[in-house]
């Protein structure tokens, strides 16, 4: 669609867009956030440093990136998606080739100011290609198979280069985000029928084979995959963060043992407990009360979304803001099954809570693509 | 490229189809995931809660501290004092190498002890405390005190260790202790948690050892708060241990030190017992050790040397080594004999100096023999032809019943490490022990506690309280716990007749009293307290016929470990008898000549309660004596010049 097919005139201008802005998503937002403040002043021992302040400013400077993004016209976002696209990508070329080692894997270029993340900036980017190259694509070519190609080629470049970091769980959200993009936007569903089927048979050949004589893996991948799945296996490595997140979690109850009360997180059982663990001081201390209350939270952010994406008939803005709501429902559901002891630990933060930089401004210029879409939808007369 | 509004239409559709499927998941996945916390929180929350709680308490023990030991007067034999250390953190030191090389500056370190503490240093959390230098001196840790604002992280430290006072005097009585070795773990079935505290110190021998159950008390703990390294951040509670029973022995410190002055520098035993409770005045071995080097963890040289000395100081030679008795066991075949009837006190046995057995010559010690001879010339004189006669009239059995009967034979359970039973040999003994049959030269060699008896010096010392009292008096050392008596060793009696006990002892009596008496040299001048002894010699080699008829090797030409042993036994006052005591000197020649003046003055001292007046000694012996006690006195003072510097 061209520019010229929007309704320009029904579209507010100026600074009336503000009164246009999808505000309760605003005011969700502003809730999750406050309750990542209130965890980080607790786990800091009741002190604004070293996590509760950067972040605080770092969300004032995502409202400000969000609303700076609302007030451009989502067609300018969308012509710009392949560019920014193909610049996270080069970005992520470098972070292979100069990055900084951290926790293990290569993951961020430090610019000074910040340590830019590339791959969390490839999951917008590689969002907004996708829907604007489902924008692009005539209705009749959707389910050709070449055509689901170039997609499948766009998911899977950003996933090997993220995979090599390595860093499976931002792997894992790619293809699953970028596979949900492809579901909405009207790919037959037997492709996605025959690429489940395949996965489920893969992974049975895989079990099926151990111990005979056609064994696909060697033993020890075997073993690697059993602590995966099963870390109480293995309690004092991998199996500890999980035993000692489920204790924490436990341990709270139905109100919590109060605000900084928290023995599991004072006295530093639980590790990485400002970033990935964070859902597990705010379980411990405010209890399941507190913990549904955010879960209740992050459910109306993906209802407000797709409000907004079924209230526009824009295909790229509805693929679009969909994509970023799967991707923030991957964020907070893979995380809270891992310290829920459902999934196996993978490096998930929890979405504006958890301390980090990259994800947090990423995440809110990504909702400034929600606003804008929001703000500039085509209005029926 | 235009767009088919209609295709569009269908797309529109399309999506905001799957979209709600889509959404309708991710509500169906966060309900799910709200489900399964509201199973850990409000399901197993109590299951949770509790292991939050064990993960953050931790129970510290806290060790007793270890009961005292005094000597019957009060005076303190093992105490707890309190030993100074300097500790390092690591985490405030900063640089550990410049600090420890300030403290170096400072005070002495041991090298040996630097290296272990630096090598923990890298080991341990950085917030747990390591030991630098133990046992540090006051002049030397006040050093480090006041110069502590200058060494980050070092702080001394008070503790307790254990400390014996009297030293050497009592280090086989009292024992030492020492930290827990594996295996000590070993042999104890259900080992007390506080046996793994590092550093903990249990009796090693001893009444330490012994009655290590009664000395540890009871641990008390303090729960605290710590965080996933450990590291303790606050006390919850604390409940004080028991501290272990102080326990009083029957000992008498002054007397038992005088006991090691007096037989300083010989392989010696001396054995004090009431004979009216039985309570142990002295209980001595000598040479000795100073069972404060134990403690502290003795020098791998220094235990050398113990093991390697032939007076051998690390055995407690009055309890658990055994000796022959020679004739101090002539009581024990004189009395089975009256007893038994086989013999009166005015039968005469005559004595040519041997008496021919089974075709073999038994020898008397005189070679002239001692002609007619009664009981209290048999005593007195200590005719061993006397014995072997009566002996082969009465026979072995009710020999070693009446040797029994006074404590020969009988392991006596006193607090002390490897007590011995001693032998009274019978047939049935001899049988199964060496399958052979008693020979009838055997009873021969018996009569005069010669061949199979042993007897140790404790039991010489109980059997000779037994033959003063008539009653069976038993060894107690362990006189109160915890301030209640415990039951002494009075005894009842022996079901002895009293007229043939009389003549016995009249018979030592005359030991020490008559002037053809064995011991006559070492009398009691003062009427008073007029002791009754025996003298006796153990031969620790066989004299061959060749030998004798070549004339016997006297004992000062043969090495010392081939030279006879000396023993004797006596009470006193005669009268009334209030002290036994057994003294033997290993090696030591003739029994008159080596153990009985020793003896004597041991009972003496034990009489007086202190350094006997030279009135009670013969005129003769006077000037001897004099000197001697000279001597202990400058012993006696240097020790205690000792002990007051450590108090």
């Known amino acids: 669609m061209s520019y010229l097919e929007y309704r320009v005139q029904s579209v507010p201008t100026g600074w009336r867009k503000i009164l246009h802005l999808n505000w309760p998503l605003v005011v969700l937002l502003m809730g999750v956030a406050a309750f990542g403040f209130l965890m980080l002043y607790s786990v800091a021992g009741g002190s604004f440093r070293p996590w509760a302040e950067p972040q605080i400013k770092r969300f004032v400077l995502g409202l400000f990136v969000m609303f700076s993004i609302a ?61 604007a190259y489902y924008d692009w694509l005539p209705a009749e070519r959707i389910s050709r198979p070449l055509w689901v190609l170039v997609p499948l080629v766009i998911i899977l470049l950003p996933t090997y280069l993220v995979l090599r970091q390595p860093d499976l769980g931002t792997a894992i959200l790619l293809m699953t985000a970028g596979g949900g993009v492809m579901f909405l936007a009207g790919v037959h569903w037997g492709y996605f029928a025959a690429v489940i089927a395949a996965v489920v048979g893969l992974v049975a050949a895989v079990f099926e084979s151990r111990g005979t004589s056609w064994q696909l893996l060697k033993d020890y991948q075997y073993r690697r995959i059993d602590t995966f799945l099963d870390p109480s296996s293995d309690p004092l490595g991998a199996g500890y963060h999980i035993t000692q997140s489920k204790i924490a979690l436990g341990s709270g109850g139905w109100a919590g043992r109060g605000f900084m009360q928290g023995t599991q997180t004072r006295l530093n059982f639980l590790p990485e407990k400002h970033t990935d663990f964070i859902f597990t001081t705010l379980a411990e201390e405010f209890g399941f009360v507190g913990g549904a209350s955010l879960l209740a939270l992050y459910t109306l952010i993906i209802i407000a979304c797709i409000v907004t994406a079924l209230g526009t008939r824009d295909r790229f803005s509805s693929l679009n803001t969909l994509g970023i709501a799967i991707t923030f429902f991957l964020f907070f559901g893979v995380n809270m099954s891992m310290v829920m002891g459902l999934a196996p630990v993978v490096g998930v933060p929890l979405p504006l809570v958890s301390y980090g930089g990259s994800a947090m401004l990423v995440l809110m210029a990504a909702f400034g693509l929600v606003q804008s879409a929001h703000v500039h939808r085509p209005r029926q007369k | 490229m235009k767009r088919n509004p209609k295709e569009l239409d269908a797309l529109y559709r399309r999506t905001g189809r799957r979209a709600l499927l889509v959404g309708g998941l991710q509500l169906a996945f966060a309900g799910g995931l709200a489900l399964r916390m509201r199973y850990l929180q409000v399901e197993e929350a109590d299951k949770y809660r509790l292991l939050a709680e064990e993960n953050r308490i931790n129970i510290r023990l806290l060790p007793p501290a270890r009961g005292r030991i005094f000597d019957r007067n009060g005076t303190i034999l093992a105490e707890n004092t309190p030993s100074y ?37 890298e080991r341990s959390a950085p917030f747990l405390p390591v030991t630098l230098a133990d046992r540090v001196s006051w002049k030397d840790i006040s050093r480090v005190a006041v110069n502590a604002p200058a060494l980050p992280g070092i702080t001394p430290q008070v503790g307790l260790t254990r400390h014996y006072p009297r030293g050497a005097s009592f280090a086989h009585v009292v024992g030492y202790v020492g930290p827990v070795s594996d295996y000590d773990l070993s042999r104890i079935e259900d080992p007390d948690p506080l046996l793994r505290i590092p550093r903990f110190q249990i009796g090693k021998t001893g009444v330490e050892a012994k009655r290590e159950s009664l000395l540890r008390g009871k641990a008390g703990a303090r729960r605290v708060e710590v965080n996933a390294a450990g590291r303790i951040m606050r006390e919850l509670d604390r409940r004080e241990g028991e501290p272990g029973a102080d326990l009083q022995l029957t000992v008498d410190a002054d007397l038992q030190e005088y006991v090691h002055a007096r037989l300083q520098g010989q392989s010696a035993a001396a054995v004090v017992i009431d004979c009216e409770n039985g309570d142990l005045r002295a209980i001595a071995s000598t040479p000795s050790f100073d069972p404060n080097l134990f403690v502290r963890g003795i020098s791998v040289a220094d235990y050398r040397a113990l093991l390697e000395d032939p007076y051998r100081p690390l055995a407690a030679k009055a309890v658990q080594d055994t000796y022959p008795p020679g004739s101090t066991f002539k009581m024990v075949t004189a009395l089975a004999a009256l007893e038994n009837a086989a013999t009166t006190p005015e039968d005469t046995v005559y004595c040519p100096g041997f008496l021919e057995v089974a075709n073999r010559r038994f020898h008397c010690w005189k070679r002239g023999g001692h002609g007619h001879t009664d009981l209290l010339k048999s005593l007195e004189q200590s005719c061993d032809v006397y014995y072997y006669d009566v ?56 009569a005069i506690g010669q061949g199979y008896v042993l007897a140790s010096p404790l039991q010489l010392a109980v059997m000779t309280a037994r033959i003063a009292t008539g009653r069976s008096v038993t060894p107690r050392l362990i006189r109160s716990i915890n301030g209640v008596e415990q039951p002494t060793g009075t005894g009842v009696s022996l079901g002895l007749n009293e007229n043939n006990l009389r003549q016995v002892r009249r018979g030592m009596f005359a030991v020490s009293n008559n002037r053809r008496g064995t011991a006559f040299r070492s009398r009691i001048a003062e009427k008073e307290l007029r002791m009754a002894g025996k003298t006796g010699t153990s031969q620790v080699r066989n004299i061959t ?76 012996e006077r000037s001897r004596v004099k000197a001697q006690q000279e001597r202990i006195r400058r012993e006696q003072r240097r020790r205690a010049t000792v002990r007051g510097d450590r108090a």
């Open chain 2, 85 to 121: 250390r300097v500790v390092i953190v690591r985490e405030d030191a900063g640089d550990v190498a410049q600090v420890v090389a300030d403290l170096g500056r400072l005070i002495e370190l041991d090298p040996q002890e630097l290296e272990d503490a630096l090598e923990e240093l």
């Open chain 2, 545 to 620: 016929a060749a030998e004798r008829a070549a004339g016997v090797t006297r004992n000062e030409d043969l090495p010392w470990e081939r030279r006879d042993h000396a023993l004797f036994v006596c009470f006193a006052p005669f009268d009334a008898p209030k002290y036994a005591v057994a003294v033997v000197v290993e090696h030591g020649g003739g029994g008159s000549r080596a153990a009985a003046p020793p003896a004597r003055d041991i009972v003496l001292y034990a009489l007086y309660d202190g350094m006997p007046p030279l009135e009670a000694y013969p005129e003769a």
């Open chain 1, 71 to 131: 007030m451009v016209p989502i067609w300018f976002w969308r012509n710009v998606s392949a560019v920014a696209y193909l610049g996270s990508l080069a970005l992520l070329v470098a972070v292979e080739l100069f990055g900084s080692v951290g926790m293990g894997a290569q993951r961020w270029i430090d610019l000074g100011f910040l340590r830019l993340q590339p791959s969390e900036l490839t999951k917008i980017t590689m969002v907004m290609m996708l829907a």
């Open chain 2, 391 to 446: 002996a082969l009239r009465v026979g072995i059995d009710r020999i070693a019943e009446m040797a029994r009967k006074l404590g020969l034979g009988e392991r006596f359970d006193l607090p002390m490490s490897a007590v011995s039973g001693g032998l009274a040999p019978t047939r049935e003994w001899k049988a199964e022990r060496y399958g052979k049959d008693w020979l009838i030269g055997d009873t021969a060699n018996s």
